[in-house]
């Protein structure tokens, strides 16, 4: 049994969603020594999960492609930016409680939080700007980030490390620094503007992905020919370098594999649907996951064994899958989506329609 499919999801997005979550798991629990091939889970998979963060975005802005977004009404756009940022800060918060659970693993959370806020001036902004934008995150938001970290101190009241404000530490923070991981976020908005359900779009993102993959290699082999350093900065592909070559490589990998899963969930559903149940629940596999390596002890992550992770794979697939099947929406899903829609209907109820909402031709 897969469950009916419905229309206002699309299952290619719970597929890159699902790859996206087992992806992180695997680089938290998984040996890469023992499994070479492991070195896809460091780096990719969060970024995937940044740029489909957009994709989301601009699809709650669209009624999920359903109106163009120069199309959208303000008092909509309005409920949207409010369901978007009481998200935003569920996120956060969600995230600083899971920081408690003293994990070595640096919980992604409040900084895709604090990046929904971000977006939300950005969310109606003409096309390219949002990739304007995205290339200068991209292009050296992790130097400035880098540079900011370096010039205040780290226990400083807007310090990464400092108690009281700890959201400020995520612009430019040493993990997931905001300043250039909202070029994925930026991406995502743009990626979420597509015909998504057509084959013509996954086709496309696949190529573009692969083409820009190539030139950040392509850019960092040219630079070393003409005898930049090999150990510059600028060159640097390491996962997590936030180097320009690094991000565009990611970002190009995440339009590749939404692409791949866009096509391929409308040729294999039934076969796939496990990975889109843990996909369509991608916020509790990921607390989950958590609170299992909690539970379980750091030695899980510390001594990684692919026994464990095979399992902790195996769990969140069935788990997801199950709950999927008998009981819909995920349970962390269902209450993000009832309090920021509750929110929405309190600071922005559904009225009638203004003149200024049919304003731009329709």
């Known amino acids: 049994m ?27 629990v998984g040996n890469q020594d023992d499994w070479p091939w492991l070195v896809v889970t460091h780096g990719f998979p969060s970024a995937l ?21 120069t199309e959208v009404e303000s008092r909509h756009a309005r409920r949207t930016r409010i369901r978007i940022a009481v998200r935003g800060a569920i996120l956060v918060g969600l ?4 920081a408690l659970l003293g994990t070595p693993v640096v919980v992604i959370l409040p900084t895709l939080g604090v ?8 969310l109606r902004a003409p096309t390219p700007w949002l990739l304007a934008l995205a290339a200068a995150c991209l292009g050296v938001g992790g130097y400035a ?32 620094p905001a300043l250039a991981w909202m070029g994925y976020v930026l991406v995502g908005l743009g990626i979420g503007r597509l015909r998504l359900r ?3 779009t996954a086709l496309l993102l696949v190529g573009l992905g692969a083409c ?30 936030y180097s320009p070559p690094e991000m565009l490589g990611d970002v190009s990998v995440a339009c590749a594999a939404i692409g791949a899963s866009l096509w391929l969930a409308r040729r294999a559903r039934t076969l796939l649907w496990p990975v889109m149940a843990v996909g369509a629940m991608a916020l509790t596999a990921y607390v989950g996951h958590l609170i299992v390596i909690a539970a ?62 049919h304003a731009g031709g329709r």
């Open 2 to 28: 897969t469950g009916s499919p419905t229309a206002s999801r699309i299952d290619g997005l719970d597929l890159a969603r699902g790859i996206a979550v087992l992806g992180m798991v695997g680089a938290h």
């Open 49 to 69: 999960f940044a740029v489909l963060a957009g994709v989301s975005m601009t699809l709650m802005l669209t009624s999920r492609g359903r109106v163009a977004v």
């Open 95 to 98: 995230g600083l409680l899971l």
């Open 115 to 122: 990046m929904f806020w971000l977006a939300l001036p950005l």
């Open 145 to 176: 980030a880098a540079q900011l970290a370096a010039a205040i101190p780290a226990d400083s009241l807007w310090g990464p490390a400092y108690p009281g404000i700890p959201v400020i530490g995520t612009l430019w923070g040493p993990y997931y």
């Open 198 to 200: 057509e084959d013509a």
């Open 212 to 241: 820009g993959f190539a030139v950040s290699r392509l850019a960092v082999m040219a630079a070393e020919a003409a005898g930049v350093s090999p150990g510059s900065w600028w060159l640097d592909l390491e996962a997590h370098s």
């Open 296 to 357: 379980v002890g750091t030695e899980i992550v510390w001594q990684p064994s692919n026994v464990s992770l095979v399992a902790m794979w195996a769990g969140i697939v069935l788990t997801c899958s199950l709950w999927r099947w008998r009981l819909g929406a995920g349970p962390l899903e269902r209450w993000l989506t009832a309090w920021s829609t509750r929110a929405a209907e309190a600071w922005a109820p559904r009225v009638a329609p203004t003149p200024s909402d």
